[in-house]
Structures are given as structure tokens and as C-alpha cells.
């Protein structure tokens, strides 16, 4: 059982900073807690006395009559600590602080939320906050906030007090309301992890929203808490999450506002995506997915069936569709057939199905194709666009019969099994019959791009949860089973030498320690050596400066190809070295290293780098301009099962140059796969590397071939 059970299912609260003044915090919260009927003992604790809103307050915490389990702090920072202490020693299981003034100011700030931590973990007390705006349950009527929130299907947790006003307000609009909300501030304890956790035990949330700043984190562990705890949740409960900080300006100031690291934005958003959340842009699309979610049968697919009483609204919603990641296929020729027993034979039916005026002369037209298309087994969804809660302007017998077809309409859609979202040009004006359909489960939407998005961000659940389920398991290459102790071995003798910096021959020796199949290579420390080693490979060999102190070797002139003698190799040697040189006077050069000449193929780049927030990542994508102009990379949070790397490999935009473009061959996608799989767990396993880097790794019609290794280890 979550720990947060006391925070949203208390039996009595006490609210310290309690007070009469009406422009004071307790005020406010005092009234929220009464007049919203909370089902548990409320205490109010006020230094000053008396009586506020007709009930006796206490001195302080010790002097409350029985157990608290909820303690809301309202009070100045310089007087936290010692109410603290009394809450630990009154036994208060969970503290909501909504004061201002700690992490988000500064050192000093940060350091007194140290204290209180350090208070509150000798109690085993959880704190919410400080810097937020306290907690809402539904299951127990319980409002310990200043904002007017009502009961419903979302649960919402966020970092800002003022973007939960906001939404608040959108949300009323929508007769949407909250099972569970929570303002969860500079997250000293608590943190997003802990409340989606408990979300996943809660029976009335359909859907989980997040508004994120950043994940507040003290190790790596915080992040990876956060990843495990989603993926639980998202496996049964949708969630969909705003994450502010994009750009770098956005990100400094979320720093500034509620103490948070920002790591890597595309790390982030692919870990969002690997924990099973969707990401949204805005409070708007958030609702919009709340709505959908609520409301709607779950996605079985991405084909849609568009029916429309116009073909404009029709035809937008096509390309929308193909924007958000739905298919929009001519219908079946037997769903065509009935639909052309019910419309006239002017009316387009392929897809979109265009009543094509219609509706005028028999208004009933919008449901018997709504029946035809429900039951159609290769629809998966329905959007409806166009005009519908508009015909009552035409006369009140309109109205009505609007009215009645809507009625039909929903009972089909809820006897149904497949999602269905409406657009109409009405909906701002809140037309009866509308409000009837929005009242029973179909959202409907003022706007045509919303409908068809909303219908994608359905499907895109659907397709996370399958994910989630295929990469849960255990698909990984075999791996030699003594890997990490050969390899750690090596990155000890570096660490004995005084370096972060492996060589290109130690990072290689890492990677067979791992069971990636790399060309054998060779070390030559005088140029006899070098041509005796070209006598041992033949053929043409790649011959490279290895030194610590040269990172980009072909910067320094460090690297030949096509080498094809021992002659060639004697005098290549000399070269290298004297390039070397050249390039850093004092440079430790260990020698050159000669391998093979590999054949060529599409190039391609897999690494990893650390990440704040989530520790070791895992990166693929094209190489060569790909990486450097267009940046065409996928990540995942390591380590990943092969389901997983093979889903990387897929999010490329440049996925077309390894399926073979223009008439060549298709590389090997699953050797791609399984040298990204290695790579995330020889990271995961080995956390001192900071950085991997192979680059190029060439992707050939059967097997790979690297070759450039990098490893880089944490200062």
C-alpha cells in the first residue's frame, strides 16, 4: 500500500497557520476544508486563540486531541523547524507545506529544506511542498487548497499552483473534475514517483495529468523511480503530461522556479515515451486527453472512419489524420454497399462518408451511418465533423429532431466498443444536443484539428501500452556471463594510469568483453612492429594514432586507409607518429593500432551518453550528416530489452536508408537492435562510463561492422 494513503485518505487533519483574517492563507484554507465537507476531524491550530468559523483552535500540534494523520503547514519559514519537530513527536504520518521561501530562493533556502527532511525522516513523516498548493481528494471530500476544485475522473499532479488555477478553470468548462490533485511544489520529499504510484491504486482516476517542470533528483535513482513507477501506472491508467523547459531559456526558468535539474530535453521526452506517457504542448490538449479518456471506449487501432455533412470538414479531417498518425483506408466494399442503401447517390462514401447535404431532408442519415461504420470490424474509430448542432437555427423542428438523433446516437455509442470524438462549428454556442452527447461520453470539440488529435492521442495510448507489454520481458543477446568483471578490470588498469579516457584498443577490448563481434586489432609501438602486424592481417588495414591525449584522431591527421603493405605500413607508422606530435607536442602516445579495412555500408552511430535526471542512455541513429546537421537520433533510458531497440531503430526519420533505398539492399535491422541492446546494458552494468561512442558503425546486408570506438568515464 502507497504511503500517500494517510495525504489523500486522512482521518484528521490539523491545519497549523490557521487564521481568522480573511487575506491570510489559513483563512482560505480552513474555509476550503469546511465548506467542502471533508469526511474526517479537522483541527485548527492557531497561535493567537479564539474561534474561527465557529470551531475552538489549538496552541500548537500537541495540544490536538488524538491522531493526526495529515498536518497542512501554513506558516513563515522561520518558524518551520521546531513545528516540524512537533509533528514528528505528535506522530503526523503526512505534512502538506504551502509556505513560500525554501529550495526555490537559494542555498540558504535549500539548506533549511535539508533540515526539515532530516526532521521529518526521524517521524517517517512524508512532506508534500513546501512552495505548493496543497492536496484535493474526492474520496473524502477532502479540499486542502484555495482553489475551488470538484469531484470527477482526472487526477492531476503539477508543480504550479497558478497552471492549476488555469486548468481549473478550462476544466469547469468541460464539467470535468478531479478523483485525485495535488501541487506537489519543490518536491523536498515527495515527488512525482510517490503520487503516481498511489494513482495506480486508485480506482476512480481514468486518467492521470502531469504538469512538469522538472524531476527533482539527488541521484540518478530519483529519475529511474519515476520511469518504473509510470510504466505501472501507465499500464492501466493513461497518462498524459505537459513538460515545460523545451527550449533553453524555458528550461533555465523552470530551474529558477522550483529548484529543479533540467536534463537533456530529448532524453526527457524519450523517456516520457518509454514510461508510457503522452506528451502534450499545452492545458488545452491536456483536457482535451483528459476528456477523450474519460469518456471513450479505448483504441483498438489507427484506422478511422470520418463521417461528415460536408466536404471540407471531411477532407481536413483526412489530412489531420495523417498528421496524428491515423490511416483514413477506403472503406470495405461491403460497408460501402450499405452505406449506399441509406445515402444518396451523390454522396461520396469511401472514406470520408459525406452526407452531402443530407441531413436536411432526413436528419436520421447521421445515425444509420454511425450504426454502419460502428459495426464495421476494420474501423477502429469514428470522427464525426462538420455541422451537427446547427440545424435547430433552421426551425424548432429541427431542434428536436436533433435532439432525439443525438439520444440515438450516444446509445449506440456506448453499447459499442470503439472510440468516438465530434467536431462541430457549434460547440462554442453549447447547443442541447451537444451538451446531451458531451454529458454521455462522446467528447466533442470545436475544432477539427482537436477531434482528429484527440482520436490520435487514443490510438498513440494504445500503442504505448502494447509497447510497454513487449518491453517488459527478458528478450536480450546473449551476453558472456563474466562481462562485467572482464571489463571492469580494464577500466580499473585506466583508472590506475590516471585517466578518464580509454584508447581506442581498451575500449574495443570493452566491447568483446560484451560479445560485440569487432575486427581483431593490433598495437604497434615501433614501425618493424607495424609491418609485421600488416604481414599478420593482409589485405588492407586501417591503421590509427592511439593516444589519451587525441580524442578526434583524424583531427590530428591520426588515421590512414587502404593500407596495403608492410612497406606502406613501416612508413605510416613514422607519419602517424610525427602527425601526432605535431598536433600536441606532448602528447602520450601509446602506438598505432592496425585493423582491418571493413566493408562499407550505411553509416550509422550508437552511444550513450549520462543524463541527469536518468542516468545512462542509450542513442541510435544515421551517422555522417544525419547526426551532424539533422541530429536524426533516437534514445531510450538504459537498459532496453530488444522490443525496445528494435522500436529505436524504427523512430528514425532516415529508417528508409536501412530498408534499402532506391533499389539497395535492407541492412540488418536486427543486428542494429542487438548492438544497441549490448550497448545499454554494458552501461547500466559498468556506471562509471559516462560516454560510449561508435561512430561509424556500418550497417550491412547481414551483420554490422564498427568502426570507431570511443568510452569516455565520469571525472
Same mark, same amino acid.
Given at each position: 500500500?502507497?504511503?500517500?494513503?494517510?495525504?489523500?485518505?486522512?482521518?484528521?487533519?490539523?491545519?497549523?497557520?490557521?487564521?481568522? %483574517?480573511?487575506?491570510?492563507?489559513?483563512?482560505?484554507?480552513?474555509?476550503?476544508?469546511?465548506?467542502?465537507?471533508?469526511?474526517?476531524?479537522?483541527?485548527?491550530?492557531?497561535?493567537?486563540?479564539?474561534?474561527?468559523?465557529?470551531?475552538?483552535?489549538?496552541?500548537?500540534?500537541?495540544?490536538?486531541?488524538?491522531?493526526?494523520?495529515?498536518?497542512?503547514?501554513?506558516?513563515?519559514?522561520?518558524?518551520?523547524?521546531?513545528?516540524?519537530?512537533?509533528?514528528?513527536?505528535?506522530?503526523?504520518?503526512?505534512?502538506?507545506?504551502?509556505?513560500?521561501?525554501?529550495?526555490?530562493?537559494?542555498?540558504?533556502?535549500?539548506?533549511?529544506?535539508?533540515?526539515?527532511?532530516?526532521?521529518?525522516?526521524?517521524?517517517?513523516?512524508?512532506?508534500?511542498?513546501?512552495?505548493?498548493?496543497?492536496?484535493?481528494?474526492?474520496?473524502?471530500?477532502?479540499?486542502?487548497?484555495?482553489?475551488? @476544485?470538484?469531484?470527477?475522473?482526472?487526477?492531476?499532479?503539477?508543480?504550479?499552483?497558478?497552471?492549476?488555477?488555469?486548468?481549473?478553470? %478550462?476544466?469547469?468548462?468541460?464539467?470535468?473534475?478531479?478523483?485525485?490533485?495535488?501541487?506537489?511544489?519543490?518536491?523536498?520529499?515527495?515527488?512525482?514517483?510517490?503520487?503516481?504510484?498511489?494513482?495506480?491504486?486508485?480506482?476512480?482516476?481514468?486518467? @492521470?495529468?502531469?504538469?512538469?517542470?522538472?524531476?527533482?533528483?539527488?541521484?540518478?535513482?530519483?529519475?529511474?523511480?519515476?520511469?518504473?513507477?509510470?510504466?505501472?501506472?501507465?499500464?492501466?491508467?493513461?497518462?498524459?503530461?505537459?513538460?515545460?523547459?523545451?527550449?533553453?531559456?524555458?528550461?533555465?526558468?523552470?530551474?529558477?522556479?522550483?529548484?529543479?535539474?533540467?536534463?537533456?530535453?530529448?532524453?526527457?521526452?524519450?523517456?516520457?515515451?518509454?514510461?508510457?506517457?503522452?506528451?502534450?504542448?499545452?492545458?488545452?490538449?491536456?483536457?482535451?486527453?483528459?476528456?477523450?479518456?474519460?469518456?471513450?471506449?479505448?483504441?483498438?487501432?489507427?484506422?478511422?472512419?470520418?463521417?461528415?455533412?460536408?466536404?471540407?470538414?471531411?477532407?481536413?479531417?483526412?489530412?489531420?489524420?495523417?498528421?496524428?498518425?491515423?490511416?483514413?483506408?477506403?472503406?470495405?466494399?461491403?460497408?460501402?454497399?450499405?452505406?449506399?442503401?441509406?445515402?444518396?447517390?451523390?454522396?461520396?462514401?469511401?472514406?470520408?462518408?459525406?452526407?452531402?447535404?443530407?441531413?436536411?431532408?432526413?436528419?436520421?442519415?447521421?445515425?444509420?451511418? @454511425?450504426?454502419?461504420?460502428?459495426?464495421?470490424?476494420?474501423?477502429?474509430?469514428?470522427?464525426?465533423?462538420?455541422?451537427?448542432?446547427?440545424?435547430?437555427?433552421?426551425?424548432?423542428?429541427?431542434?428536436?429532431?436533433?435532439?432525439?438523433?443525438?439520444?440515438?446516437?450516444?446509445?449506440?455509442?456506448?453499447?459499442?466498443?470503439?472510440?468516438?470524438?465530434?467536431?462541430?462549428?457549434?460547440?462554442?454556442?453549447?447547443?442541447?444536443?451537444?451538451?446531451?452527447?458531451?454529458?454521455?461520453?462522446?467528447?466533442?470539440?470545436?475544432?477539427?484539428?482537436?477531434?482528429?488529435?484527440?482520436?490520435?492521442?487514443?490510438?498513440?495510448?494504445?500503442?504505448?501500452?502494447?509497447?510497454?507489454?513487449?518491453?517488459?520481458?527478458?528478450?536480450?543477446?546473449?551476453?558472456?556471463?563474466?562481462?562485467?568483471?572482464?571489463?571492469?578490470?580494464?577500466?580499473?588498469?585506466?583508472?590506475?594510469?590516471?585517466?578518464?579516457?580509454?584508447?581506442?584498443?581498451?575500449?574495443?577490448?570493452?566491447?568483446?568483453?560484451?560479445?560485440?563481434?569487432?575486427?581483431?586489432?593490433?598495437?604497434?609501438?615501433?614501425?618493424?612492429?607495424?609491418?609485421?602486424?600488416?604481414?599478420?592481417?593482409?589485405?588492407?588495414?586501417?591503421?590509427?594514432?592511439?593516444?589519451?591525449?587525441?580524442?578526434?584522431?583524424?583531427?590530428?591527421?591520426?588515421?590512414? @586507409?587502404?593500407?596495403?603493405?608492410?612497406?606502406?605500413?613501416?612508413?605510416?607508422?613514422?607519419?602517424?607518429?610525427?602527425?601526432?606530435?605535431?598536433?600536441?607536442?606532448?602528447?602520450?602516445?601509446?602506438?598505432?593500432?592496425?585493423?582491418?579495412?571493413?566493408?562499407?555500408?550505411?553509416?550509422?552511430?550508437?552511444?550513450?551518453?549520462?543524463?541527469?535526471?536518468?542516468?545512462?542512455?542509450?542513442?541510435?541513429?544515421?551517422?555522417?550528416?544525419?547526426?551532424?546537421?539533422?541530429?536524426?537520433?533516437?534514445?531510450?533510458?538504459?537498459?532496453?530489452?530488444?522490443?525496445?531497440?528494435?522500436?529505436?531503430?524504427?523512430?528514425?526519420?532516415?529508417?528508409?536508408?536501412?530498408?534499402?533505398?532506391?533499389?539497395?539492399?535492407?541492412?540488418?535491422?536486427?543486428?542494429?537492435?542487438?548492438?544497441?541492446?549490448?550497448?545499454?546494458?554494458?552501461?547500466?552494468?559498468?556506471?562509471?562510463?559516462?560516454?560510449?561512442?561508435?561512430?561509424?558503425?556500418?550497417?550491412?546486408?547481414?551483420?554490422?561492422?564498427?568502426?570507431?570506438?570511443?568510452?569516455?568515464?565520469?571525472?
Amino acid at each position: 500500500m502507497s504511503d500517500l494513503v494517510p495525504l489523500f485518505q486522512p482521518r484528521s487533519v490539523a491545519l497549523i497557520g490557521a487564521s481568522s %483574517n480573511s487575506k491570510k492563507y489559513g483563512y482560505w484554507t480552513a474555509k476550503s476544508l469546511i465548506e467542502n465537507g471533508f469526511e474526517g476531524d479537522i483541527h485548527l491550530v492557531s497561535r493567537t486563540g479564539g474561534e474561527i468559523f465557529g470551531r475552538p483552535t489549538y496552541p500548537d500540534i500537541l495540544a490536538v486531541p488524538g491522531e493526526v494523520d495529515l498536518a497542512i503547514i501554513a506558516i513563515a519559514p522561520k518558524h518551520i523547524l521546531p513545528i516540524m519537530e512537533q509533528c514528528v513527536e505528535k506522530g503526523v504520518k503526512c505534512a502538506i507545506v504551502v509556505s513560500t521561501g525554501f529550495g526555490e530562493t537559494g542555498p540558504e533556502g535549500k539548506e533549511l529544506e535539508r533540515k526539515m527532511l532530516e526532521i521529518a525522516r526521524k517521524g517517517n513523516m512524508r512532506v508534500q511542498g513546501p512552495n505548493c498548493m496543497g492536496t484535493y481528494s474526492s474520496a473524502k471530500s477532502m479540499n486542502a487548497s484555495i482553489i475551488d @476544485l470538484a469531484p470527477g475522473p482526472m487526477s492531476l499532479v503539477l508543480q504550479s499552483g497558478n497552471f492549476g488555477i488555469d486548468i481549473n478553470f %478550462n476544466a469547469k468548462s468541460r464539467g470535468l473534475g478531479y478523483s485525485c490533485w495535488a501541487t506537489i511544489g519543490n518536491q523536498m520529499d515527495m515527488r512525482f514517483h510517490d503520487f503516481v504510484e498511489y494513482i495506480e491504486e486508485d480506482e476512480n482516476t481514468k486518467v @492521470l495529468l502531469l504538469y512538469m517542470e522538472g524531476l527533482r533528483v539527488e541521484s540518478e535513482e530519483d529519475g529511474r523511480k519515476f520511469l518504473e513507477a509510470a510504466k505501472k501506472t501507465a499500464a492501466r491508467v493513461p497518462i498524459a503530461a505537459i513538460k515545460i523547459g523545451r527550449s533553453a531559456a524555458g528550461a533555465r526558468a523552470a530551474a529558477s522556479h522550483t529548484g529543479s535539474l533540467a536534463g537533456s530535453e530529448k532524453i526527457f521526452d524519450a523517456a516520457l515515451r518509454q514510461a508510457g506517457i503522452i506528451r502534450v504542448d499545452s492545458p488545452g490538449q491536456l483536457l482535451d486527453a483528459a476528456e477523450a479518456f474519460s469518456k471513450c471506449k479505448p483504441a483498438r487501432g489507427k484506422r478511422i472512419a470520418i463521417l461528415t455533412d460536408g466536404g471540407g470538414h471531411g477532407v481536413m479531417a483526412t489530412d489531420f489524420a495523417e498528421k496524428y498518425g491515423l490511416e483514413a483506408p477506403v472503406l470495405s466494399e461491403a460497408t460501402q454497399a450499405k452505406l449506399r442503401e441509406i445515402l444518396m447517390p451523390h454522396c461520396p462514401i469511401k472514406n470520408p462518408v459525406d452526407l452531402a447535404g443530407t441531413p436536411e431532408a432526413d436528419m436520421w442519415v447521421f445515425d444509420r451511418c @454511425l450504426d454502419v461504420l460502428m459495426k464495421d470490424p476494420d474501423v477502429d474509430g469514428i470522427v464525426i465533423v462538420g455541422l451537427y448542432g446547427g440545424y435547430a437555427d433552421l426551425s424548432e423542428e429541427f431542434r428536436v429532431l436533433e435532439m432525439d438523433v443525438a439520444k440515438s446516437m450516444v446509445d449506440k455509442i456506448t453499447a459499442g466498443d470503439k472510440p468516438v470524438v465530434m467536431h462541430s462549428i457549434y460547440q462554442p454556442q453549447h447547443p442541447e444536443c451537444l451538451d446531451y452527447i458531451s454529458e454521455h461520453s462522446i467528447p466533442v470539440f470545436g475544432d477539427v484539428d482537436t477531434a482528429v488529435r484527440t482520436m490520435g492521442v487514443l490510438s498513440t495510448y494504445s500503442d504505448l501500452k502494447k509497447a510497454l507489454k513487449e518491453e517488459s520481458g527478458n528478450e536480450l543477446p546473449n551476453m558472456p556471463a563474466d562481462r562485467r568483471e572482464m571489463a571492469a578490470a580494464i577500466l580499473r588498469t585506466v583508472r590506475e594510469s590516471g585517466r578518464t579516457n580509454l584508447v581506442e584498443t581498451e575500449a574495443r577490448s570493452v566491447l568483446r568483453c560484451y560479445g560485440l563481434d569487432i575486427a581483431d586489432d593490433y598495437l604497434a609501438t615501433t614501425a618493424d612492429e607495424a609491418a609485421a602486424f600488416y604481414a599478420k592481417i593482409g589485405g588492407k588495414v586501417v591503421m590509427k594514432i592511439v593516444s589519451p591525449d587525441i580524442l578526434h584522431k583524424t583531427d590530428a591527421g591520426g588515421v590512414a @586507409l587502404n593500407i596495403d603493405s608492410e612497406a606502406k605500413a613501416r612508413d605510416t607508422f613514422t607519419q602517424l607518429v610525427k602527425n601526432g606530435r605535431t598536433y600536441k607536442a606532448d602528447a602520450d602516445i601509446f602506438g598505432v593500432m592496425l585493423t582491418p579495412m571493413l566493408p562499407g555500408g550505411v553509416e550509422c552511430i550508437i552511444g550513450s551518453s549520462h543524463d541527469n535526471t536518468f542516468g545512462p542512455t542509450v542513442m541510435f541513429g544515421l551517422g555522417g550528416i544525419f547526426v551532424e546537421i539533422l541530429k536524426d537520433v533516437a534514445f531510450r533510458v538504459a537498459p532496453v530489452n530488444m522490443p525496445a531497440c528494435r522500436s529505436m531503430i524504427r523512430e528514425i526519420k532516415g529508417l528508409g536508408m536501412l530498408q534499402g533505398a532506391r533499389g539497395s539492399k535492407a541492412c540488418d535491422l536486427e543486428a542494429l537492435a542487438e548492438a544497441a541492446c549490448i550497448i545499454s546494458h554494458l552501461v547500466s552494468e559498468l556506471r562509471e562510463i559516462a560516454e560510449v561512442d561508435l561512430n561509424p558503425v556500418f550497417a550491412l546486408e547481414k551483420g554490422l561492422s564498427i568502426a570507431d570506438a570511443r568510452i569516455i568515464l565520469h571525472g
